[in-house]
């Protein structure tokens, strides 16, 4: 079974600052994927990165970045120069290998709230 | 806009009515999701469609019904709820057959139930 920790429930950043949220995991596949999402108040989740299991560089997708620590099970999500916008749910989530659909298995989340 | 809309966004319902979430993609996809959100806990997978064709359901209770009548389109019928139902269902959808793409949300259908 997959398993999703997310440890931070409310992080405080300063605007322009960056933050990293946290995310560890558990599995058996040898081969899965890592997801961040982000979920403002109005509810959608909004993809913000993946990570491949095999992928030899860490993402990086604008302003976010994933810090994949594979030997660890860590795939934490930086933001750098936060903005006022990112205040929002941050989701970290896992993939199981399925042909027939991709069932994410998510975290708890992380509050992100941005200080001006 | 991520090409997947859900209806209604806010719904609320008495144990004994009958209702249905609506959801539409826009994106060509083949699989369909639907999620549960309720406070404090992690999001829950309900229901999985791939082709039309239900491919996973997590031991969710009768009282919810899921209904794919084609690639674009998925249903959660209600009926009986309970209280403790409550909670944001989101649906999704991804390509089918490449088990590690991104899931596409839409944002959601607020559920109370009274």
């Known amino acids: 079974a997959q398993k999703i920790t997310q440890t931070q429930p409310g992080m405080f950043v300063q605007e322009k600052e960056a933050v990293t949220l946290d995310c560890t995991y558990d599995?058996?596949?040898?081969?899965?994927?890592l997801f961040w999402y982000k979920q403002p108040s109005s509810g959608e989740m909004i993809f913000l990165i993946y990570?491949?299991?095999?992928?030899?560089q860490n993402a990086t997708e604008g302003r976010y970045s994933l810090n994949f620590q594979k030997a660890r099970k860590s795939a934490n999500l930086v933001i750098s120069a936060s903005q006022l916008g990112d205040s929002a749910m941050y989701f970290c989530?896992?993939?199981?290998?399925?042909?027939?659909?991709?069932?994410?298995?998510f975290g708890g989340g992380t509050r992100l709230m941005v200080k001006p | 806009e991520t090409g997947v809309t859900q209806t209604p966004r806010h719904l609320v319902m008495g144990m004994t009515n009958k209702k249905s979430l609506k959801c539409e993609q826009h994106?060509?996809?083949?699989?369909m999701y639907w999620y549960k959100q309720s406070a404090k806990k992690p999001l829950e997978l309900m229901f999985v469609?791939?082709?039309?064709?239900?491919?996973e359901n997590n031991s969710v209770p009768s009282r919810f019904s899921p209904e794919c009548p084609n690639s674009s389109h998925l249903f959660l019928h209600l009926h009986t709820l309970q209280p403790e139902d409550s909670a944001l269902y989101l649906c999704?959808?991804?390509?089918?057959?490449?088990?590690?793409?991104?899931?596409?949300f839409g944002s959601g259908t607020q559920l109370s139930v009274l």
């Open positions: 989530a896992m993939s199981r290998n399925n042909n027939a659909g991709n069932m994410l298995t």
């Open positions: 599995t058996s596949d040898p081969s899965y994927g």
């Open positions: 999704a959808s991804s390509p089918q057959g490449k088990g590690l793409e991104k899931l596409f």
């Open positions: 990570q491949g299991s095999y992928d030899q």
């Open positions: 469609y791939s082709l039309e064709e239900r491919v």
């Open positions: 994106l060509g996809h083949n699989a």
